[in-house]
Every structure is written in C-alpha cells, then in structure tokens.
Antibody
Framework: QVQLVQSGAEVKKPGASVKVSCKAS????????IHWVRQATGQGLEWMGW????????GYGQKFQGRVTMTRDTSISTAYMELSSLRSEDTAVYYC??????????????????WGQGTLVTVSS | QSVLTQPPTASGAPGQRVTISCSGR????????ANWYQQLPGTAPKLLIH???ERPSGVPDRFSGSKSGTSASLAISGLQSEDEADYYC???????????FGGGTQLTVL
C-alpha cells in the first residue's frame, strides 16, 4: 500500500532553517510528482510547491520563492523540503503529498491522492 | 484571504443532502480541474473528488462533485455523523502558477 512517512516534529529559532523528509513506499517514487502543503494551527491549507520525482525539477509558490528548496534522494525514495529564514508565521504542520504521474506532465494539478502524516514545525525564540 | 471562496460552515441532519460551493476564477477552476479534500480533526487531508467529479476508489458514492464555469460544488447525500470534518476545494491557478485552496468549510452533522 502507498505510504508517505514524514520525519518528526521540529522546534527552530527565528532565522534558522528546517528540513523535513518524506519517505515513500508502496509505489515507484520516480513515477510521481511530490507536492508540499502546510497548515497553520486552526487555519486552511497552503500549497508550497512541487517536485518531479524522476528529474528533480521543481516549482515553488510565489510566497516561498527564495526560501524553499525541494530535493529528493531516489536511492531511498525520499523527498525533502527545506525552508530557510524561518519566522514565527512559519509555525505549521507541513505535509508531503503524492501528485499525478510524471508521465502525464501535469505538475499543474491539485490532485493529491496520498498524504504524509504531517510534521509540526514550531518557530519560537 | 483564499483565492477560492467557500462558505466557512455548513450543516445538515443525518440522512440529508448538503452541498458545499467553491467559487473561483477563469484562471483556476475555469480552466483546470477542481479537487475536494476531507480533513478529519487531527489528521491529514484525504482526497474525495478529483478532476471535478471523479471519485478515487474507496470513496463512497454519497460524495459527488460538479463544476460549472468558474465554480465547483461538492455534494454529500445520506449525511452521516462521520462526515463531520473540514472540506477544502483546490485547483491549479494559471496566473499564480500554483495550486490554490479554498478557505475550508466546517461541516456539522446536527
């Protein structure tokens, strides 16, 4: 069965960086896009960006341009999301989600069929 | 303020049918597929409807989606207590070059 298992909760100080991992199993990692979405406590969902699991090509939301980096290690079927220059407003649960197959070319699709369990990132001095 | 507009709350009695709307623009729902997610308290979102009206396997046929122009709707028939959750619509936005979400609708089963 398809699973996305994320790394554990993090506490960071303002200005620091955080790197969240998302280990995929149950499917061919390189065959799908991976997206990252975050959710502040009591708030709605906010999309951060996408990554082609095969080529590693990425696309980031305008709000996160220059601060977010999405990478992958295909040897261990794991995606990473690193967010830098953290501020208190970045306190949220961060989710990875599987997108559509890369063969479709449709990175531009909000269809996420499997999600990780979420990683709470707390930014506090 | 979210790019896609949803009512903040909705409610219905068990067995009833409820509809949740999602209003967008030509750059998002008007030109791309709408997707719906259900989020139970403390859990990750779950895909309910993709590409406007398609149900992933395992999603009950009580859930249905539709799209007309720049708006999409999620209908839930035969409402059950376990349907109490937050519901989000989502679509790619060609102008913003990213996925946009609605603000979410909290559904209460009376």
């Amino acid at each position: 069965q398809v699973q996305l298992v994320q790394s554990g909760a993090e506490v960071k100080k303002p200005g620091a960086s955080v790197k969240v991992s998302c280990k995929a199993s149950g499917y061919t990692f390189t065959s799908y896009y991976i997206h990252w979405v975050r959710q502040a406590t009591g708030q709605g969902l906010e999309w951060m960006g996408w990554m082609n699991g095969n080529s590693g090509k990425t696309g980031y939301g305008q709000k996160f341009q220059g601060r977010v980096t999405m990478t992958r290690d295909t040897s261990i079927s794991t995606a990473y999301m690193e967010l830098s220059s953290l501020r208190s407003e970045d306190t949220a649960v961060y989710y990875c989600a599987r997108g559509v197959p890369v063969s479709s070319g449709r990175y531009f699709d909000g269809d996420f069929d499997y999600w990780g369990q979420g990683t709470l990132v707390t930014v506090s001095s | 303020q979210s790019v896609l507009t949803q009512p903040p709350t909705a409610s219905g009695a068990p067995g009833q049918r409820v509809t949740i709307s999602c209003s967008g623009r030509s750059s998002n729902i008007g030109s791309n597929g709408a997707n719906w997610y259900q989020q139970l308290p403390g859990t990750a979102p779950k895909l309910l409807i993709h590409n406007n009206n398609e149900r992933p396997s395992g999603v009950p046929d009580r859930f249905s989606g539709s799209k007309s122009g720049t708006s999409a709707s999620l209908a839930i028939s035969g409402l059950q207590s376990e349907d109490e959750a937050d519901y989000y619509c989502a679509a790619w936005d060609d102008s913003l070059n990213g996925v946009v979400f609605g603000g979410g609708t909290q559904l209460t089963v009376l």
